[in-house]
């Protein structure tokens, strides 16, 4: 079975660009949660959605959103970057959500200039 | 506020045991997960406390005291693919994980 696949692998943009990053979970898993993680840091979360709907939140600013389709695919939008959105953005799956196992992609590194 | 606290780093050799501690601060604690993260990888789970005491897989172990709020990962027999960084994570009720900010194990020959 493949695991959580996100893409792409790695991205550059400059300040005030906006990205769209994509994240498919592992099949039969129905939620998708989103983390930003920052070199030398633990990954800090920014969004959790379940069944399509957001569960829950972290404290990222409104630059940043997420919707989550039919087939529970996910994807992160960010809008007016700025040098510090660069980070390695993670994306992890899960059966239900809540549960304390989490399955994780490899990443999208971005890398704003 | 919630938090999570462990060593940024720890140096062991080969086939040597190896504790890594985690102290943590979350309002609606639920219990306590490991994950492993080696340089630009994933994070990898490892194991998970959701009551007192120590659950045991392989060369890894985990132990929690609610009581401390403390717990712990333990690894024996380290070997040289041990190098990586190892968070400790709180689950939360909204999915949400709380992690720490990681402890990078070098393993030595």
């Known amino acids: 079975d493949a695991g959580v696949t996100q893409s792409p692998t790695h991205l550059i943009k400059t300040r005030g660009q906006h990205v769209t990053l994509r994240c498919s979970p592992i099949?039969?898993?129905?939620?998708v949660s989103w983390y930003q993680q920052v070199l030398g840091q633990g990954p800090q979360f920014i969004f959790q959605?379940?069944?399509?709907?957001?569960?829950g939140r972290g404290n990222f600013p409104d630059r940043f959103s997420a919707r989550q389709f039919p087939n529970y695919s996910s994807e992160l939008n960010v809008n007016a970057l700025l040098l510090g959105d660069s980070a390695l953005y993670l994306c992890?799956?899960?059966?239900?959500?809540?549960?304390?196992?989490?399955?994780f992609g490899p990443g999208t590194r971005l890398l704003v200039l | 506020g919630q938090s999570l606290e462990q060593p940024s780093e720890v140096t062991a050799v080969e086939g040597a045991i190896v504790q890594i501690n985690c102290t943590y601060q979350?309002?609606?604690?639920?219990?306590l997960s490991w994950y492993q993260q080696h340089d630009g990888g994933a994070p990898t789970f490892l194991s998970y406390?959701?009551?007192?005491g120590l659950e045991e897989t392989g060369r890894f172990s985990s132990f929690l005291s609610r009581s401390d709020s403390y717990g712990y990962l333990l690894l024996q027999e380290l070997q040289m693919k041990d190098s990586a960084s190892y968070f400790c994570?709180?689950?939360?009720?909204?999915?949400?994980?709380?992690f720490g900010q990681g402890t990078t194990l070098q393993v030595k020959p």
């Open positions: 992890a799956s899960g059966i239900m959500g809540g549960e304390e196992t989490q399955y």
């Open positions: 099949s039969g898993h129905k939620s």
């Open positions: 959605y379940y069944e399509k709907e957001e569960r």
């Open positions: 979350t309002s609606g604690f639920y219990g």
């Open positions: 406390n959701a009551l007192d």
């Open positions: 994570a709180a689950p939360s009720n909204t999915g949400k994980l709380i």
